[in-house]
């Protein structure tokens, strides 16, 4: 940390001189096919993005060395990453060169490294490009987020835990629909004989435990599908208490045109506080987000735009 107390006394300074560094380090995706996209700088106090965004053209630099010192941010240059791919054990690897990819429509300038997947990445227009995991650079301890399954006993009374919160933004959704011109036609009746889906849920922690969860109920003519009520959202459970942090309710096509969808990327414990890291993506769009657990609220610190169409 600066000390704004520099050039003060030698007492002073001696002091403030042996404290510890605080924690500065950056993340970034890692990609299937070996590419780290950097996206977030953590400089001891708060989250910065420096490095480019995507854009409909990109200048890709010809070596590490050459990459503008103001993408980098207060790190500096960052040869060697620490990555965290699902339940594997954390490894290192090395950047070789930096390197352009496809991001939804956009191009984006990222950085090739040795890493070395377990299964065979796809082709360049798969959207959005399939992430095993994120890296870390200088190396930062991530700690998993869990899935939880249909098996669990949560997956029984968490479909009866949002049935009120849909009901509760449901109505406005479908108002929202028509003011939009959409041709979904489905009542306040229909939806509640409708069951919930959960479609993904993910949890951290044990005492307080924090939880993302997706669900739907799908409405059909006959057997075809006529709407989509999409549900996602934050609810913390502590001392057998369930608090809703946030929730959204929307009514969408079946194609689920519009809509985003969370992939769980860790959560990293700092002094400051606790941090949820994500990729949201929809059919034309990803964004990285890191979002601040509190006490009792969750809060989004940072987005950064993966590429859109």
Excluded at 45 to 70: D, N, T, Y
Excluded at 224 to 240: D, K, P, Q, T
Aim: hydrophobic share 40%; proline share 9%.
């Amino acid at each position: 940390m600066r000390s704004f107390l520099a050039g003060c006394v030698l007492v002073v300074s001696a002091v403030t001189s042996a404290e510890p560094p605080p924690t500065i380090f950056t993340l970034g995706v890692l990609r299937r096919d070996a590419i780290v996209v950097p996206f977030a700088t953590y400089d001891g106090k708060q989250w910065e993005h420096h490095w480019p965004e995507p854009s409909a053209q990109v200048e890709v630099p010809i070596s590490l060395r050459s990459v503008s010192k103001r993408w980098w941010g207060p790190t500096g240059p960052l040869d060697i990453w620490q990555t965290w791919a699902g339940t594997k054990p954390p490894s290192l690897v090395h950047v070789r060169q930096p390197d352009w990819l496809q991001a939804e429509c956009d191009k984006q300038v990222g950085l090739r490294t040795d890493y070395q997947p377990d299964q065979r990445p796809p082709g360049p227009e798969t959207q959005p490009y399939p992430k095993d995991g994120l890296a870390v650079s200088p190396a930062h301890v991530v700690e998993p987020l869990e899935t939880v399954t249909s098996s669990s006993p949560e997956s029984e009374w968490l479909p009866d835990v949002l049935r009120p919160l849909f009901a509760a933004q449901e109505d406005s959704a479908l108002t929202r629909a028509r003011l939009e011109g959409s041709e979904v036609h489905v009542t306040r009746k229909q939806l509640d004989e409708l069951p919930i889906t959960l479609e993904a849920v993910y949890a951290f922690g044990t005492t307080r435990r924090v939880y993302w969860v997706e669900a739907v109920r799908e409405y059909k003519k006959g057997d075809l599908c006529a709407a989509v009520v999409f549900g996602s959202g934050w609810l913390i459970r502590e001392a057998g208490k369930l608090t809703l942090a946030q929730f959204d309710v929307a009514l969408a096509p079946c194609n689920r045109n519009g809509l985003s969808y969370m992939l769980p990327l860790g959560v990293l414990s700092l002094p400051r506080g606790l941090y949820w890291i994500a990729q949201w993506s929809g059919w034309d769009h990803e964004n990285y987000g890191i979002v601040e657990i509190r006490a009792r609220s969750i809060t989004p610190v940072l987005v950064v735009s993966g590429g859109s169409c």
